[in-house]
């Protein structure tokens, strides 16, 4: 029943952005080292991969909020290089980082904007 409520709660939060999905965006990230305590910023378009170390990062989907030009949400999928195994295969919403977080010992990624 939590389940259903947090699943509802957050298809709400995401329907605005559905109706201006433009899927030829661009997706600019934020890594953040948590080690070094050094971030970098990055571009992944639709057709690319984004090797990051041993990180292989994609993004299918990048829509902005046609009400506010400051909310964006991304489709991200995370994976290790020596693995076929995905560590984070989401949603990203650049203002509520707290709902669509990826867990990841080293690395922190946030969504930027989309292009």
């Not at 994609?58 to 076929?84: E, T, V, Y």
Request: with cysteine; aromatic share 8%.
């Amino acid at each position: 029943m939590i389940l259903k409520i947090v699943l509802i709660n957050i298809l709400c939060l995401i329907y605005p952005f559905i109706a201006t999905a433009i899927n030829d965006r661009v997706t600019v990230i934020k890594i953040i080292d948590k080690v070094s305590g050094k971030s970098y910023i990055h571009e992944i378009s639709k057709v690319e991969l984004l090797k990051f170390r041993n990180l292989i990062i994609s993004s299918s989907q990048c829509i902005a909020d046609k009400d506010n030009a400051n909310n964006f949400a991304a489709f991200i999928s995370l994976k290790k290089n020596s693995q076929n195994k995905y560590i984070f295969k989401g949603w990203l919403l650049s203002n509520n980082v707290s709902l669509s977080q990826v867990s990841h010992a080293v690395y922190n990624v946030k969504l930027l904007k989309c292009l």
